[in-house]
T-cell receptor
């Protein structure tokens, strides 16, 4: 079954601390994975795409096929990173499967 | 960047009535649009894939006769919730595909009384 799992509903870290938002997936083919972010009162927007291997706002994510994971990381959290983060899997014919999301709270 | 709008942003309707939600891609053409439903503090649930000029593809468990989708042009898809019930109250989000990237609308909050 195709599935995206984000085990943490809420992650609280202090400003300046490292952040890791976990994402595991289940997919039989070659996965294409994304991280989306939703800031308070704003629409969902793309943060990262694993193929592009970019670093956006200091965030990176590496696809680990052995562990079927695509964890989102940032070495030093900032208050403006507080948001809802969704991991998503693109499953053929442009159908996206979203994880349940993790709310990140960065404390001053 | 690409922008997707939704109208209305919120709507209240009485039980048994129908309500239409519009999703527009403002500066690009979208052959494919998606409709999601989001419950409070939960993830997005894909309801259907809307393809311009053809019938929508509904996800398992989504009633196609209740949630009517029309994608009559490359910039507009509509979702009509027919004979609405209080359990249809939710946040409905659309997205439009530009190449591989999804661009999301701001969402429509539907409350059925």
């Amino acid at each position: 079954a195709q599935r995206v799992t984000q085990p943490e509903k809420l992650l609280s870290v202090f400003k300046g601390a490292p952040v890791e938002l976990k994402c595991n997936y289940s997919y039989s083919g070659s996965p294409e994975l994304f991280w989306y972010v939703q800031y308070s009162r704003q629409r969902l927007q793309l943060l990262l795409r694993h193929i592009s291997r970019e670093s956006i706002k200091g965030f990176t994510a590496d696809l680990n096929k052995g562990e079927t994971s695509f964890h989102l990381k940032k070495p030093f959290a900032q208050e403006e990173d507080s948001a809802m983060y969704y991991c998503a899997l693109l499953s053929g014919t442009y159908k996206y499967i979203f994880g349940t999301g993790t709310r990140l709270k960065v404390l001053a | 960047g690409a922008v997707v709008s939704q109208h209305p942003s919120w709507v209240i309707c009485k039980s048994g009535t129908s309500v239409k939600i519009e999703c527009r891609s403002l500066d690009f053409q979208a052959t494919t649009m998606f409709w999601y439903r989001q419950f409070p503090k939960q993830s997005l649930m894909l309801m259907a894939t809307s393809n311009e000029g053809s019938k929508a593809t509904y996800e398992q468990g989504v009633e196609k006769d209740k949630f009517l989708i029309n994608h009559a042009s490359l910039t507009l898809s509509t979702l009509t919730v027919t004979s609405a019930h209080p359990e249809d109250s939710s946040f409905y989000i659309c997205s439009a595909l530009d190449d591989w990237e999804q661009y999301f609308g701001p969402g429509t909050r539907l409350t059925v009384t």
